[in-house]
């Protein structure tokens, strides 16, 4: 009986997963487990896709000569990265603090930061895989064209990743419970992708909406990703205005970040 | 005897919430193999100070060693020496039990055998059951095996027994014996003074974020004879010997008020009663 307490196992090093990579791919499960943001974050965007695709009748000039689905795919990306990091993480973080996981963690040698380190790998996958979709589908089944600019293509999703896991973070150092949290993240959430352009793509927005919205995270994110899909190396103005959201919501995030 | 590196050695702790002093010059030494208790009224610091032990919170004076090593300066050695079982923490709702307990796992350089830890604590059927579905119970005795299972030479259970039925609380006992059997040092939090009489080595007694007494549970109920006893006749139990010790002074003027509550004590064993006499001179 109490040699079950003691008796030690030898586990061989190679056999032993270390403690992230089990801790990434238990948040994993769990996010698949929880699959509502998982529809929003990935299904909804390239539902909507199919639905713009199945409407979309050649370039339109009112749309600065895209077509109805090529002028949407950058929003619907926008879309995806905004849901996983601000529906998703703050829910989860918030939530973790509020029923004392991150305490628990933070009494195992591990420690709470690698959960949150683990957290974000996560989202980003998830990201990722929904943008790779979004992509995929469109060349596919409706014939947009693969980014002609990858390399601009890849920062601009990296960048407004960043932006947005920073106003995440915030959003989840702030909330005290993941109902607040989930409530914030909502109402963050709307406007920035009204500017992104999910009501009336920019191209039909007035200059001075448009200027608006290219300070905002979202419609900066936008903007860049349709310039790199269209060939152009994004403008210098916008990778910086996100990368700036990224690194000031980031730090202030940290700042305010409490384990309980 | 003296080279002897103790499992947990406190000097003069101070921790301030705010103005709220919680723990204030406390010291005490817990020997490694033995069962220690620690015991006193809501709010007398009892929670702080294990919580300082675990590297949860940052001492303001006073220094914290756990088997020599600091658990606030040497975060990760402290931690993987000492396995905690916290008050009113939960685990994700669709996590497994044998998931939680293989994440645990692989936080520690050393690690139980968990499909052991999981026959001893009943749980080798809910094994694939997720923490929502599992019972009260369940969910106490996961967190006893997630306190367990990096191997922990310290362990620290933080209200262990609160909420159990009478027979869950004798195999929690059982536990903490098995445990001790098997070298490990049992740090237990308790508002039970019979839990303690019956399971504790030594057992300091907390009031005000101080140790009002600390020794043996017979050497407390010595001195608390010897201090005039319970203020009514009959052999002094632990319990009443908690009432004597951590009295305010002067405490004659309610010792019979103290009399009566420890008689209502004796039958509900809960120390709560003591917080009533305080609370009542204050």
Redesign the interface.
């Known amino acids: 009986?109490?040699?079950?307490?003691?008796?030690?196992?030898s586990?061989t090093r190679d056999r032993?997963?270390?403690?992230f990579a089990?801790?990434v791919r238990?948040e994993a499960?769990?996010n698949v487990?929880?699959i509502i943001p998982l529809l929003w974050g990935t299904g909804f965007p390239i539902a909507l896709l199919v639905v713009m695709g199945a409407f979309s009748s050649g370039p339109d000039k009112s749309l600065g000569g895209f077509s109805l689905v090529a002028s949407y795919e950058p929003i619907l990306i926008a879309f995806s990265i905004a849901t996983f990091a601000l529906q998703g993480v703050p829910v989860v973080l918030a939530g973790?603090r509020e029923?004392?996981?991150l305490?628990?963690l933070?009494?195992?040698?591990?420690?709470a930061g690698r959960l949150l380190g683990a957290q974000l790998t996560v989202c980003l996958a998830f990201t990722l895989v929904s943008v790779v979709g979004i992509v995929v589908v469109g060349r596919l089944a409706f014939g947009v064209a693969l980014p002609g600019q990858p390399a601009g293509f890849c920062l601009a999703v990296v960048l407004a990743a960043a932006a947005m896991l920073g106003l995440g973070l915030l959003v989840a150092a702030l909330a005290r419970t993941g109902r607040v949290a989930g409530a914030a993240g909502t109402m963050l959430f709307l406007p920035l992708m009204f500017f992104a352009g999910l009501w009336t793509p920019q191209a039909t927005m007035s200059a001075a909406l448009r200027r608006i919205g290219d300070d905002t995270p979202l419609g900066a994110a936008v903007a860049a990703l349709q310039h790199s899909m269209s060939g152009q190396w994004p403008s210098a103005s916008g990778l910086a205005v996100l990368a700036g959201y990224a690194v000031v919501l980031g730090l202030l995030a940290w700042r305010f970040f409490r384990w309980e | 005897m003296s080279a002897v590196v103790p499992a947990l050695d406190i000097a003069h702790l101070r921790k301030t919430y705010g103005r709220k002093v919680a723990v204030d010059d406390l010291s005490l030494r817990v020997a490694e193999g033995e069962i220690f208790g620690i015991l006193g009224a809501n709010g007398a610091g009892k929670t702080t100070t294990v919580e300082c032990a675990?590297?949860?919170r940052r001492p303001d004076g006073g220094s914290v060693r756990v088997f020599g090593v600091d658990p606030y300066t040497d975060?990760?050695?402290a931690?993987?020496l000492?396995g905690?079982q916290?008050q009113?923490?939960?685990?994700?709702d669709?996590?497994t039990v044998a998931?939680a307990l293989?994440?645990?796992a692989?936080?520690?350089?050393?690690?139980?055998?968990t499909e052991?830890?999981l026959?001893?604590l009943g749980l080798t059927g809910a094994r694939n059951t997720r923490y929502k579905k599992l019972s009260g119970g369940q969910k106490q005795r996961l967190s006893i095996a997630?306190a367990?299972v990096?191997?922990p030479r310290l362990v620290v259970f933080d209200e262990l027994t609160t909420g159990l039925d009478p027979a869950a609380r004798r195999e929690s006992w059982q536990l903490v014996r098995?445990?001790r059997?098997?070298?490990?040092t049992v740090l237990l939090v308790t508002h039970y003074a019979d839990e303690a009489e019956r399971l504790c080595d030594q057992v300091a007694l907390f009031q005000a974020g101080r140790v009002a007494a600390c020794g043996r549970p017979a050497e407390l109920i010595a001195a608390a004879e010897a201090a005039g006893g319970a203020g009514y006749p009959g052999r002094l139990t632990l319990d009443d010997a908690i009432v004597a010790l951590t009295a305010d002074r002067p405490a004659d003027r309610r010792s019979a008020a103290a009399g009566r509550l420890t008689s209502v004590a004796l039958s509900t064993n809960e120390l709560s009663t003591n917080e009533l006499s305080t609370g009542e001179a204050s």
């Not at chain 2, 692989?106 to 055998?113: L, R, T, V």
């Not at chain 2, 059997?181 to 490990?184: E, F, N, R, S, T």
Request: proline fraction near 5%; hydrophobic fraction near 40%.
């Open positions: 009986m109490t040699a079950a307490l003691a008796e030690p196992i586990p032993r997963r270390s403690a089990t801790l238990t499960i769990l487990r929880e973790y029923r004392g996981i305490r628990r933070n009494a195992t040698p591990v420690g | 675990e590297g949860l975060r990760r050695a931690r993987a000492v905690a916290l009113e923490s939960q685990l994700q669709k996590l998931e293989s994440l645990y692989s936080f520690y350089p050393e690690q139980a055998d052991k830890l026959a001893r997630l367990l990096g191997r098995d445990l059997d098997d070298g490990a």
